[in-house]
């Protein structure tokens, strides 16, 4: 029972629900920016450079071969699928992630700026402990 307990304790924390609703939120995010890059910008991407749609560019390495049969319906030769390098999609997805790393990085940002300004308030000096209180009288005593 134990370590059921230490697992609560350690699940009802403030820190692991906040990584959790913010994990939830991410792939949320994830799908929105998606959405945005694939239905705004790269039509505008594509308009400005002339049609071209990113999502079907790709460099074909082997062209696919249909399957083939002979007339009485035995197969001679299987189908082969086309072998290509989808580099079109991969510009995508770098536009998505750059995208949800400047809104991550400008989240960031904005959290770290109100941390420094809880900082800048001034800290009380602490009180010397007493060994360090001792310590001083027996240095004054010695300078008399």
């Known amino acids: 029972m134990g370590m059921l307990k230490e697992f ?3 699940a009802m924390r403030g820190n692991l629900i906040d990584v959790a609703v913010a994990f939830v939120m991410g792939a949320s995010f994830g799908k929105i920016v998606s959405s945005f890059v694939d239905g705004i910008i790269m039509p505008l991407i594509g308009m400005l450079t002339g049609g071209i749609d990113f999502n079907d560019k790709k460099f074909v390495l082997k062209d696919a071969v249909p399957e083939v ?4 319906g035995k197969m001679i030769t299987k189908a082969v699928a086309e072998v290509s390098v989808k580099y079109g999609t991969f510009i995508t997805n770098v536009i998505d992630f750059v995208i949800v790393a400047f809104a991550v990085f400008m989240v960031i ?4 700026s109100m941390k420094k300004k809880e900082e800048t308030a001034p800290a009380a000096s602490p009180e010397p402990s007493s060994t360090d209180k001792l310590l001083m009288e027996i240095r004054d005593s010695l300078k008399k």
């Open 8 to 10: 609560k304790e350690f």
């Open 109 to 112: 940002k904005g959290i770290n």
């Open 69 to 72: 049969k002979d007339a009485a």
